[in-house]
């Protein structure tokens, strides 16, 4: 029987292989979707530095702030990631995500992530560029599963 669970941010440690790189990002990616900032803060150290667009701060605090600011706004939120590079204990990452505002507008958010992980595996820094194209909504390509 194959194992289906989803590995915790302390599973998968660097130095990172092409294979555990990948389950990094798939990880990421599967936290994030889940839109609950609480789960999601815990891949990152206690004094992660982000930046965020033209955001910038320190710690799982700011951070569960930011996601929780974030998924309030950006509504049916749903988001692909793909390995870009990789080495050591750094991996670069391109993304898209789709969500719509208060309004019904969509968006789709192309932008990539540079992370940097300590020896435990969590993120210490995230560093995030991205752009915002509206879109209408039979232009989506992520939807929920149901």
Do not use: C
């Not at 990094?24 to 979707?33: M, P, R």
């Not at 435990?120 to 879109?135: E, K, Q, T, Y």
């Amino acid at each position: 029987m194959q194992n289906t669970t989803t590995p915790k941010p302390t599973d998968i440690k660097p130095p990172f292989t092409e294979e555990t790189a990948l389950a990094k990002v798939k990880a990421a990616e599967n936290a994030w979707n889940t839109r609950d900032p609480n789960r999601v803060a815990l891949a990152y150290t206690e004094d992660s530095d982000w930046r965020n667009r033209g955001e910038f701060f320190k710690g799982r605090d700011a951070i569960r702030e930011f996601l929780t600011r974030k998924w309030e706004k950006e509504l049916d939120y749903r988001l692909m990631k793909e390995l870009w590079a990789y080495t050591g204990n750094k991996i670069s990452v391109r993304f898209e995500y789709e969500y719509h505002d208060a309004s019904g507008q969509w968006f789709r958010t192309h932008g990539n992530e540079h992370w940097e992980f300590d020896d435990s595996g969590l993120m210490a820094r995230r560093d995030m560029s991205a752009n915002d194209v509206p879109i209408e909504e039979s232009d989506r390509r992520y939807r929920r599963e149901r």
